[in-house]
């Protein structure tokens, strides 16, 4: 395919996004309320002590002095020192990493199914029954709120019937799926009518396509249609909105995470934040920019296989 | 007529389509013989679309079909879907008006053409892609190997239409209806695939149903023609008979209003007055930046300026018509939007009056906008929706500060009436009016700041051919009796040598051929001219078609 010079022009812009990023990360730490030497040192240490490790942690030096060592330090692969575990961040997001991708896997296998079949069923014929209660379901599964409905789920599931563990983690792989079900689970009803209403509105749009009438003329059953014309001219902008939601995702399970006790960076950025823990949220943060970018990249070479236009 | 006795290929009697009660096809009757081409003329809202799909079986859902169609004998309307699918390409095939939204961008040429074959004749992948790629070589397109792993995308609207062509033809049909297959393109392009119709007619025996609202087109291969108006059949026989004795008063308006059948009207006056020049274009060029990137940034390469304008020098006396022909892209509308200041040159000037338009600042170039006026080909795209009708002409009177909102208002209602528009519509909103009252506000509008000069760039060609006359009827008389200057924009050579005196032929950003219209149409001087004038689809039939 022709799909390398794609490739390499988007791998050519990742250094300037990759600099950008820095220097916002760089400038959340300084910008944000609070001094670090003093919550290092603890709130009744003298003045010496402070200005004794403000100069260790080179905190005295000029900003431009500073950016050059936080720079250095990335590319050396050193993010920082966690102020409160005393651990590299490094090591502490990675802990912390897998268990958030993979419910947000966990989510996007269970979303993306239910998302086609109920499209599909809607935009069938768009105003029928199916298209209505799928529709009033859909307004249903956006406006209950995830934390409500985490918490629901936790009793009725976990407590009630005791079929799914109400928090953490768990052991081996069939022990995450079993550990993660509820909130990834609770997660998708949110997640599946926003896609969904995209996808039906694709695809009602598509039906009517000039092209559609061709490939009826040329004598092509409605099924071949469907599958082969009208469903890969819909799923474009689905799938860019599913790259989107990964993406948040990756960042935004906090409130799920929370509810089920589950040891991702959802937890990790909370607790560093409540704890004033700056390094780790520059971490984080530089992490969660990092997974769009990559994400991003991935969903424009997918869009790019399907549409050949792109590739230009 | 020995035909008679034949049995028609297609036969349709009384059909008739209607969308609840509202019919939109009303009882029409014709045939086909097989190996006939035969051309459906009409307006847009004639039916005529309508007509096909029926014959397809391609209507939507909320339309009624009655009446009868046979093709060969049997009877194809009330055929469930599973016969529709088995009749659609093996025995008829349709190709459509524009080709570029018919092809699926997400798939090759090739595969395109193929999935018929494969789908009906039950060949395997690689032996339709073969016969794709000797079809592709049958309806005239090079290197078709190449070019079948080609995207629709990389291809032009003359080779996508071939490329539906050969879509069609593959699997064999007995019949082909092309619906209006050369509107969306320019007229040389046009001229070709009526050449590829007629060669496939010839060829292969194919029948076709040419849908076209230009007779000219139609009378140009067809060799009967069916007149239809308001879903009815007004007027049908063979073509010379329809164009030398048209009988239906409808029919020979339509004549009438072929631009060369107008009697040269404004390109009577003869030579240009001998005043001095109005606007002169010295040596303009206007390039447009290429595709920038990081990447070609970061390789130190120059992105590749389209030259869209290179070095064009015209002169425009006052009160002078002059019309600048040329196909799509030959720069004709970047000229026009270089003259209103919304391009940038990147070479020459344009002086009006003396001065340097892009030099203008301040209350000079206030005065420049209100002397050049412009009118634009889509109608409706033009006009805020969400303005009434005397609201939009009354809006750059009282902007440029020329009079208060009340007399801009009655200044509107006068020049509602200028352009002959009844005063009922002064509250309507754009949508509610036809494409030629939309095109009548919009020159209100350009002549509410009583301009010296009027650019009108292609303002007819999305209208129908009987109000494209009136409309051109109209800007005579407007140029007439306001002393007009003005520069008419169009594909059409006919239209522009039948209206202006003078005509410059545009190709690829450069003048090639200029001088007065008569001597442009009847004795060019440049290839390119040539070809175009050669592409115009004449009314007159040739001595040996007409016998």
């Given at each position: 395919?022709?799909?390398?010079?794609?490739?390499?022009?988007?791998?050519?812009q990742?250094?300037?996004?990759?600099?950008?990023?820095?220097?916002?990360?760089?400038?959340?730490?300084?910008?944000?309320?609070?001094?670090?030497?003093?919550?290092?040192?603890?709130?009744?240490?003298?003045?010496?002590?402070?200005?004794?490790?403000?100069?260790?942690?080179?905190?005295?030096?000029?900003?431009?002095?500073?950016?050059?060592?936080?720079v250095?330090?990335?590319?050396?692969?050193?993010?920082?020192?966690?102020?409160?575990?005393?651990?590299?961040?490094?090591?502490?997001?990675?802990?912390?990493?897998?268990?958030?991708?993979?419910?947000?896997?966990?989510?996007?296998?269970?979303?993306?199914?239910?998302?086609?079949?109920?499209?599909?069923?809607?935009?069938?014929?768009?105003?029928?029954?199916?298209?209505?209660?799928?529709?009033?379901?859909?307004?249903?599964?956006?406006?209950?709120?995830?934390?409500?409905?985490?918490?629901?789920?936790?009793?009725?599931?976990?407590?009630?019937?005791?079929?799914?563990?109400?928090?953490?983690?768990?052991?081996?792989?069939?022990?995450?799926?079993?550990?993660?079900?509820?909130p990834?689970?609770?997660?998708?009803?949110?997640?599946?009518?926003?896609?969904?209403?995209?996808?039906?509105?694709?695809?009602?749009?598509?039906?009517?396509?000039?092209?559609?009438?061709?490939?009826?003329?040329?004598?092509?059953?409605?099924?071949?249609?469907?599958?082969?014309?009208?469903?890969?001219?819909?799923?474009?902008?689905?799938?860019?909105?599913?790259?989107?939601?990964?993406?948040?995702?990756?960042?935004?399970?906090i409130?799920?995470?929370?509810?089920?006790?589950?040891p991702?960076?959802?937890?990790?950025?909370?607790?560093s934040?409540?704890?004033?823990?700056?390094?780790?949220?520059?971490?984080?943060?530089?992490?969660?920019?990092?997974?769009?970018?990559?994400?991003?990249?991935?969903?424009?070479?997918?869009?790019?296989?399907?549409?050949?236009?792109v590739?230009? | 007529?020995?035909?008679?006795?034949?049995?028609?290929?297609?036969?349709?009697?009384?059909?008739?389509?209607?969308?609840?009660?509202?019919?939109?096809?009303?009882?029409?009757?014709?045939?086909v013989q097989?190996?006939?081409?035969?051309?459906?003329?009409?307006?847009?809202?004639?039916?005529?679309?309508?007509?096909?799909?029926?014959?397809?079986?391609?209507?939507?859902?909320?339309?009624?079909?009655?009446?009868?169609?046979?093709?060969?004998?049997?009877?194809?309307?009330?055929?469930?879907?599973?016969?529709?699918?088995?009749?659609?390409?093996?025995?008829?095939?349709?190709?459509?008006?524009?080709?570029?939204?018919?092809?699926?961008?997400?798939?090759?040429?090739?595969?395109?053409?193929?999935?018929?074959?494969?789908?009906?004749?039950?060949?395997?992948?690689?032996?339709?892609?073969?016969?794709?790629?000797?079809?592709?070589?049958?309806?005239?397109?090079?290197?078709?190997?190449?070019?079948?792993?080609?995207?629709?995308?990389?291809?032009?609207?003359g080779?996508?239409?071939?490329?539906?062509?050969?879509?069609?033809?593959?699997?064999?049909?007995?019949?082909?209806?092309?619906?209006?297959?050369?509107?969306?393109?320019?007229?040389?392009?046009?001229?070709?695939?009526?050449t590829?119709?007629?060669?496939?007619?010839?060829?292969?025996?194919?029948?076709i149903?040419?849908?076209?609202?230009?007779?000219?087109?139609?009378?140009?291969?067809?060799?009967?023609?069916?007149?239809?108006?308001?879903?009815?059949?007004?007027?049908?026989?063979?073509?010379?008979?329809?164009?030398?004795?048209?009988?239906?008063?409808?029919?020979?308006?339509?004549?009438?209003?072929?631009?060369?059948?107008?009697?040269?009207?404004?390109?009577?006056?003869?030579?240009?007055p001998?005043?001095?020049?109005?606007?002169?274009?010295?040596?303009?060029?206007?390039?447009?930046?290429?595709k920038?990137?990081?990447?070609?940034?970061?390789?130190l390469?120059?992105?590749?300026e389209?030259?869209?304008?290179?070095?064009?020098?015209?002169?425009?006396?006052?009160?002078?018509?002059?019309?600048?022909?040329?196909?799509?892209?030959?720069?004709?509308?970047?000229?026009?939007?270089?003259?209103?200041?919304?391009?940038?040159?990147?070479?020459?000037?344009?002086?009006?009056?003396g001065?340097?338009?892009?030099?203008?600042?301040g209350?000079?170039?206030?005065?420049?906008?209100?002397?050049?006026?412009?009118?634009?080909?889509?109608?409706?795209?033009?006009?805020?929706?969400?303005?009434?009708?005397?609201?939009?002409?009354?809006e750059?009177?009282?902007?440029?500060?020329?009079?208060?909102?009340?007399?801009?208002?009655?200044?509107?209602?006068?020049?509602l009436?200028?352009?002959?528009?009844?005063?009922?519509?002064?509250?309507?909103?754009p949508?509610?009016l036809?494409?030629?009252?939309?095109?009548?506000?919009?020159?209100?509008?350009?002549?509410?700041?009583?301009?010296?000069?009027?650019?009108?760039?292609?303002?007819?060609?999305?209208?129908?051919?009987?109000?494209?006359?009136?409309?051109?009827?109209?800007?005579?008389?407007?140029?007439?009796?306001?002393?007009?200057?003005?520069?008419?924009?169009?594909?059409?050579?006919?239209v522009v040598?039948?209206?202006?005196?003078?005509?410059?032929?545009?190709?690829?950003?450069?003048?090639?051929?200029?001088?007065?219209?008569?001597?442009?149409?009847?004795?060019?001087?440049?290839?390119?001219?040539?070809?175009?004038?050669?592409?115009?689809?004449?009314?007159?039939?040739?001595?040996?078609?007409?016998?």
């Amino acid at each position: 395919m022709t799909l390398l010079p794609l490739i390499s022009r988007r791998l050519l812009q990742l250094p300037g996004v990759l600099a950008g990023i820095c220097v916002v990360t760089f400038m959340l730490l300084h910008l944000a309320p609070g001094d670090p030497a003093r919550l290092l040192a603890g709130d009744r240490a003298s003045a010496e002590t402070i200005a004794a490790i403000r100069h260790q942690n080179g905190l005295d030096q000029p900003l431009w002095q500073q950016f050059i060592t936080y720079v250095a330090n990335l590319l050396a692969g050193d993010i920082g020192q966690s102020l409160r575990f005393q651990r590299p961040v490094s090591a502490l997001i990675h802990q912390f990493m897998w268990p958030t991708l993979f419910l947000t896997g966990y989510v996007v296998l269970l979303a993306v199914p239910p998302t086609i079949m109920l499209a599909i069923a809607s935009a069938r014929r768009p105003g029928g029954v199916a298209d209505q209660i799928i529709r009033v379901l859909g307004i249903a599964g956006l406006t209950i709120p995830v934390f409500w409905l985490a918490i629901m789920m936790s009793r009725f599931f976990g407590a009630g019937l005791g079929w799914f563990p109400v928090s953490g983690y768990g052991q081996g792989f069939f022990g995450h799926l079993h550990h993660l079900f509820l909130p990834a689970l609770s997660t998708s009803i949110w997640l599946v009518p926003v896609l969904t209403q995209s996808l039906r509105a694709a695809l009602i749009e598509k039906t009517t396509a000039d092209f559609v009438t061709t490939a009826r003329a040329q004598g092509a059953g409605e099924g071949e249609i469907f599958w082969r014309t009208i469903l890969p001219n819909a799923v474009l902008p689905t799938l860019n909105l599913l790259g989107v939601m990964v993406a948040f995702l990756i960042g935004g399970t906090i409130i799920v995470e929370t509810v089920y006790a589950v040891p991702g960076l959802g937890a990790l950025m909370i607790g560093s934040l409540l704890g004033r823990d700056y390094y780790v949220v520059q971490g984080l943060t530089l992490t969660f920019a990092l997974a769009t970018v990559i994400i991003t990249l991935v969903v424009d070479l997918l869009t790019a296989f399907i549409d050949p236009r792109v590739r230009l | 007529m020995t035909e008679e006795k034949n049995q028609p290929l297609l036969d349709v009697r009384e059909l008739t389509v209607a969308f609840g009660h509202l019919a939109v096809v009303k009882g029409i009757s014709f045939a086909v013989q097989p190996g006939e081409i035969i051309g459906i003329v009409g307006e847009s809202g004639s039916g005529k679309s309508i007509t096909c799909r029926a014959l397809m079986g391609l209507l939507p859902g909320t339309a009624n079909a009655s009446g009868s169609v046979k093709l060969n004998g049997r009877q194809l309307l009330g055929l469930d879907e599973a016969s529709w699918r088995s009749i659609r390409a093996p025995e008829m095939a349709m190709i459509f008006q524009n080709p570029a939204s018919h092809l699926d961008p997400l798939k090759r040429i090739g595969q395109q053409i193929a999935e018929p074959m494969i789908r009906h004749q039950g060949i395997g992948r690689s032996e339709g892609q073969d016969r794709a790629v000797r079809l592709l070589e049958a309806v005239g397109i090079r290197d078709p190997e190449l070019r079948a792993r080609s995207y629709p995308h990389e291809f032009s609207g003359g080779m996508k239409q071939r490329a539906m062509i050969a879509a069609a033809i593959g699997c064999g049909p007995k019949l082909l209806i092309a619906d209006e297959p050369t509107t969306a393109l320019d007229v040389t392009v046009q001229a070709r695939i009526l050449t590829l119709l007629t060669k496939l007619n010839r060829e292969r025996g194919l029948a076709i149903v040419l849908i076209s609202h230009d007779l000219g087109v139609v009378a140009d291969v067809c060799s009967r023609v069916v007149v239809m108006r308001h879903g009815e059949i007004v007027e049908q026989g063979k073509t010379d008979q329809i164009v030398n004795k048209p009988q239906h008063p409808y029919t020979k308006l339509l004549i009438d209003s072929q631009p060369g059948r107008r009697p040269a009207g404004a390109g009577s006056a003869g030579s240009a007055p001998a005043r001095s020049p109005l606007l002169t274009i010295e040596n303009l060029s206007v390039s447009f930046p290429g595709k920038r990137d990081l990447a070609s940034g970061l390789r130190l390469k120059s992105a590749r300026e389209f030259l869209a304008l290179d070095g064009v020098n015209m002169q425009i006396a006052e009160g002078e018509t002059v019309g600048i022909v040329g196909e799509s892209g030959s720069g004709k509308s970047t000229l026009a939007r270089a003259i209103i200041r919304q391009n940038g040159a990147s070479g020459g000037a344009i002086r009006f009056d003396g001065q340097n338009v892009q030099a203008l600042r301040g209350e000079t170039l206030t005065r420049f906008c209100r002397s050049i006026q412009m009118v634009f080909q889509n109608p409706y795209d033009s006009l805020n929706p969400r303005m009434t009708v005397s609201e939009a002409i009354a809006e750059p009177i009282w902007r440029h500060g020329l009079a208060d909102r009340r007399t801009a208002q009655r200044q509107a209602d006068e020049l509602l009436e200028l352009v002959e528009l009844p005063g009922i519509l002064r509250d309507r909103k754009p949508r509610q009016l036809s494409g030629g009252q939309c095109q009548r506000v919009g020159l209100a509008r350009a002549l509410a700041l009583k301009p010296q000069v009027l650019i009108a760039d292609e303002i007819t060609s999305a209208l129908d051919v009987t109000t494209q006359a009136q409309i051109l009827d109209l800007l005579t008389r407007l140029q007439r009796e306001r002393a007009l200057t003005l520069l008419y924009i169009s594909h059409d050579l006919r239209v522009v040598s039948s209206f202006c005196q003078r005509v410059y032929v545009f190709k690829a950003g450069r003048i090639v051929e200029s001088g007065p219209a008569r001597q442009v149409l009847t004795k060019p001087r440049d290839p390119y001219t040539q070809e175009l004038v050669e592409s115009i689809g004449s009314l007159v039939p040739s001595p040996t078609l007409a016998l």
